[in-house]
């Protein structure tokens, strides 16, 4: 299975920033839209990624609050990316490896989707589900031999 088919069935929704936006104003966004991740775009390119982890390192070096920072100031830059003929097995692979929730897709630089590790879960659940309901049909229909 290839990100491109997980992508069709997500949907293309995406949900971006600036970097100059307000890290409150991006939490509420997060929060409204119930995401994990935001893209950040300047100048129509993606310079970085605000999840749940840079949010939580910002409250702690606030220590407890969220401060006025921006969205720049806390994103991620150094990001993984993925395209969509990027297989599922390999997206599971380096997301534990290197332990990222949030995958951006990009094909020749154009921004795509985001696949988070929910999305490549639910993916391979239902692949392998439907793997085991056409096992079990095939076996329940299993030709009887017959004895001579």
């Known amino acids: 299975m ?10 293309n929704i995406l949900y971006t920033v600036q970097p100059e936006t307000s890290l409150i104003e991006a939490i509420n966004i997060m929060s409204e839209k119930d995401i994990g991740s935001l893209v950040v ?10 999840s749940f982890r840079e949010v939580m390192k910002a409250v702690h070096a ?5 401060g006025n920072g921006t969205v720049g100031e806390h994103m991620a830059t150094d990001i ?18 290197k332990h990222a929730r ?13 696949m988070s590790f929910y999305d490549v879960a639910k993916a391979v659940f239902e692949a392998q589900g439907f793997e085991n309901k056409m096992l079990k049909a ?3 229909d299993w030709p009887s031999e017959t004895e001579e």
């Open 2 to 11: 290839k990100v491109s088919e997980i992508l069709k069935v997500k949907g």
């Open 41 to 50: 775009i300047k100048s129509g390119a993606m310079v970085g990624l605000l």
């Open 62 to 66: 606030h220590q407890g609050s969220v």
């Open 80 to 97: 993984l990316t993925i395209t969509p003929d990027t297989d599922v097995n390999e997206i599971r692979r380096v997301m534990l490896l």
């Open 102 to 114: 949030y995958v951006p897709v990009l094909e020749d630089g154009v921004l795509l989707g985001v």
């Open 138 to 140: 095939y076996i329940r």
